[in-house]
């Protein structure tokens, strides 16, 4: 392994692995007549298990792009329908919402046998949504210009999360206006935010044995955040899998890809708010939200040669269903349905 990277610990098969190659390569070398580094030969074409690590090198920052969008379909009376394919009398809305962020990751601390300390900086943050009459910024807008360390293990599993979760709790501060009826909360997507960075190498970090590599078509299992338009804090089970190994344009990547389902735990992720309030627009008209599914599915490039996640696209479509406040015992409970698509795409 290279020692200026943040590698994963070796296995005593890597080693033995390793020094083979060494003595060999000579006679390993690529289509062009040139040596191929030894580490290539570690399952680079589904060969054998396949060491995952999150690498950074000291001193070089990376720099990726979000964007958490979600189309919302709303229908507020589904039981009066008059008949397959009619509009509710009750009427049917469509929402979206957008949030796009460009965040940038500097090791502040690098050590390939033990913990490392990643600074990430906000450096945009901009969030859209189409129903909207208030020019006030979305809470998670003021993430820009902040900034939060993670320590994490050459996996890329964070043992501490208190600086962004500071953060988080700052950002939900911002969400609420000052009002007569008490505590009022604006629409905000802080929960989006914080879906992309509490579980940000968890395809990584979530393998149960690192040390033992990852085979071609091996799956393993984790819990990730499905952020929604009300206040909720929801948890997706997901099941990874090592779809492929392949190579594009001279870089060899793993496919790493990913399916959801509604779970039935809470995620450890904190809330950015607490207490009683009422909730601002569309949202703040129901109650009684009851997510009833959760199906989906995404794929993400991991760069072997280089350690570090490439692109990440996960979808995934939840059923909701919900009740209309302030009608008393005849209540209408109207259907919603999200399509959520959150990305993470490494500018180079």
């Not at 809330?271 to 009851?290: A, C, E, H, N, V």
Request: with cysteine.
């Amino acid at each position: 392994m290279k020692n200026k990277n943040l590698r994963i610990i070796p296995s005593l098969f890597t080693i033995a692995t390793l020094i083979f190659f060494a003595g060999c390569e000579e006679q390993q070398r690529d289509k062009a007549g040139k040596i191929k580094p030894p580490h290539q030969y570690i399952d680079v074409r589904g060969k054998g298990p396949l060491l995952l690590s999150i690498d950074f090198k000291p001193n070089v920052p990376l720099k990726y792009n979000f964007v958490c969008e979600r189309q919302i379909a709303l229908d507020l009376d589904p039981s009066r329908k008059q008949s397959e394919g009619t509009k509710s009398r009750g009427g049917s809305q469509n929402v979206s919402e957008k949030l796009e962020m460009e965040i940038v990751y500097k090791p502040v601390e690098v050590d390939p046998y033990g913990y490392s300390i990643i600074e990430a900086t906000c450096n945009s943050a901009k969030a859209t949504r189409s129903q909207s009459s208030r020019n006030k910024s979305d809470a998670v807008e003021f993430a820009v210009g902040k900034s939060f360390t993670l320590k994490i293990t050459p996996t890329g599993k964070i043992v501490d999360f208190s600086p962004l979760e500071n953060l988080i709790k700052e950002l939900g501060e911002k969400s609420f206006a000052g009002s007569n009826r008490g505590r009022i909360k604006d629409p905000d997507m802080i929960m989006d935010f914080l879906a992309t960075q509490w579980y940000l190498w968890d395809s990584i970090s979530s393998i149960k044995e690192p040390l033992k590599g990852v085979r071609k078509g091996q799956k393993w299992s984790s819990q990730l955040l499905a952020p929604m338009p009300f206040v909720s804090k929801i948890g997706r089970d997901v099941e990874y899998k090592l779809a492929s190994v392949t190579e594009v344009n001279g870089v060899e990547l793993a496919e790493i890809t990913s399916s959801y389902k509604l779970s039935k735990s809470l995620p450890a992720a904190p809330m950015p708010y607490s207490g009683s309030f009422q909730m601002r627009g569309t949202f703040g008209f129901l109650r009684g939200y009851k997510v009833l599914s959760i199906e989906g599915s995404g794929q993400e490039l991991y760069d072997i040669e280089r350690g570090i996640i490439k692109s990440d696209i996960q979808n995934y479509k939840a059923r909701v269903s919900a009740s209309i406040f302030g009608l008393g015992g005849d209540e209408i409970e109207p259907n919603i349905e999200i399509n959520q698509t959150i990305t993470m795409t490494l500018v180079e």
